[in-house]
Structure formats: structure tokens, C-alpha cells
């Protein structure tokens, strides 16, 4: 069965100091892989996704980066934190291909930029 | 761009029906989702419905879909206090292509 990790769970850092987020994707081969941050009140905006590796799609600028080095891992990076970072950061995965129609979750990390 | 919207809470007493709403832009949905997510986890899919179907039953769970209206909704019949979580409504052509509302978190009142 296919499973879906993220870490770390939690994570406090402060202003200007960098960031990596790693998930990793078990279980399947070439999955569609997506970044999403929540945010209270605002639901989930979708960050980046990618359909394989090294192939990003960002969809809002900001101050972070994604990378897929692996095919089943998907990293999210930052160079230097801003508190509006902050926030509940999910990473999920679909099948590969454009005919499926669920995606599905890891556990998520609380990001706080103090 | 696409815009799904909800109310932010919901609160109900454990026994009565809770009954969440959503509305959406996007004419095009194929698939319009529920999902779940419990404290500090990540989002479960609960149910979803195709966009020709008006209505989808699963045990406690019936949703229901007004396309002319844009209006989708998800009953939870006998609502219990494990049902208090976010619930989030989605529609999109596909995984690859979702939209999400901002989640209705639940509160159930023992």
C-alpha cells in the first residue's frame, strides 16, 4: 500500500533563517506530487506541484522553492524565512497521469517563524 | 481564478444532523470532493460526486449537488464528537487540478 511521510512535524525557526521541508512517497512509481500551506481562515493554497522529476510548477510567487531530486521526493525549501510564512504545510500525492481523481495527504508540519 | 467558499464554523449538538455548505465558480467540475482533517493531521477524502449526479448516500454521509446553483453540501446524520474536524470542499477535472474551499471547522457539543 502506498504511504505518504513528511518531516519534521513541527518546526519553530526564526526570521531569515533557511528552510527544508521533505516528503517522501511510498509504494508508487511517478506520482504527481504537490506542496500546499494552510493558513487559519484561508484554506489551502496550493504552493507547487510537479508531474515528474525536476519539473515544478509554482503557482504563486513567493519566498519559497520546490525541488523533486528523487521521483517519490519532494522537497520545499526557503532561503530565508518571513513570518508570514508561518503556517500548516501539506504535502500530498496523486497517480501519476491526468485520469485520477483523488489526492492524497501526509501528516502535514507546523511551521512557526518566530 | 476558481473560488470555492464556506462558512469558517459550524457548531451542532452530538445526536442532531450537521449540514455543511459550499458554493463554487468553476461551470467545468467534473469531480467535487469532501475531505476531513482531524486536529494537526493531514486531509482524508470522505466522499466526492461526479458533477452529473445530484445526490451520492454512504452511510451517515449524503451529499448533495445543485449544479445550476453551483451549491454542494454534505449531511452527517447522528453527528458525533468524533466528526469535530475541518471539512474542506473541493472541485476540480481531476487530482492534478483541485480547488479548495477554507474549511468549515466543525464543532460537535456533547
Known amino acids: 500500500s502506498q504511504t505518504i511521510h513528511q518531516w519534521p512535524a513541527t518546526l519553530v525557526q526564526p526570521v531569515g533563517s533557511p528552510l527544508s521541508l521533505e516528503c517522501t512517497v511510498e509504494?508508487?512509481?511517478?506520482?504527481?506530487l504537490y506542496w500546499y500551506r494552510q493558513a487559519a481562515g484561508r484554506g489551502l493554497q496550493l504552493l507547487f506541484y510537479?508531474?515528474?522529476?525536476?519539473?515544478i510548477s509554482s503557482e504563486v510567487p513567493q519566498n519559497l522553492s520546490a525541488s523533486r531530486p528523487q521521483d517519490r521526493q519532494f522537497i520545499l525549501s526557503s532561503k530565508k524565512l518571513l513570518l508570514s510564512d508561518s503556517g500548516f504545510y501539506l504535502c500530498?500525492?496523486?497517480?501519476?497521469?491526468?485520469?485520477?481523481?483523488?489526492?492524497?495527504f501526509g501528516p502535514g508540519t507546523r511551521l512557526t517563524v518566530t | 481564478g476558481e473560488d470555492v467558499e464556506q462558512s469558517l464554523f459550524l457548531s451542532v449538538r452530538e445526536g442532531d444532523s450537521s449540514v455543511i455548505n459550499c458554493t463554487y465558480t468553476?461551470?467545468?467540475?467534473?469531480?467535487l470532493y469532501w475531505y476531513k482533517q482531524e486536529p494537526g493531521a493531514g486531509l482524508q477524502l470522505l466522499t466526492y460526486?461526479?458533477?452529473?449526479?445530484d445526490m451520492k448516500q454512504d452511510q451517515r454521509l449524503t451529499v448533495l449537488l445543485n449544479k445550476k446553483d453551483k451549491h454542494l453540501s454534505l449531511r452527517i446524520a447522528d453527528t458525533q464528537t468524533g466528526d469535530s474536524a475541518i471539512y474542506f470542499c473541493?472541485?476540480?477535472?481531476?487530482?492534478?487540478?483541485?480547488?479548495f474551499g477554507t474549511g468549515t471547522r466543525l464543532t460537535v457539543i456533547p
Open positions: 500530498a500525492w496523486s497517480v501519476g497521469g491526468t485520469s485520477s481523481y483523488e489526492q492524497y
Open positions: 509504494g508508487t512509481s511517478n506520482p504527481n
Open positions: 510537479s508531474v515528474g522529476i525536476g519539473q
Open positions: 468553476d461551470s467545468s467540475s467534473t469531480y
Open positions: 460526486i461526479f458533477s452529473n449526479m
Open positions: 473541493a472541485e476540480g477535472t481531476g487530482a492534478n487540478n483541485l480547488f
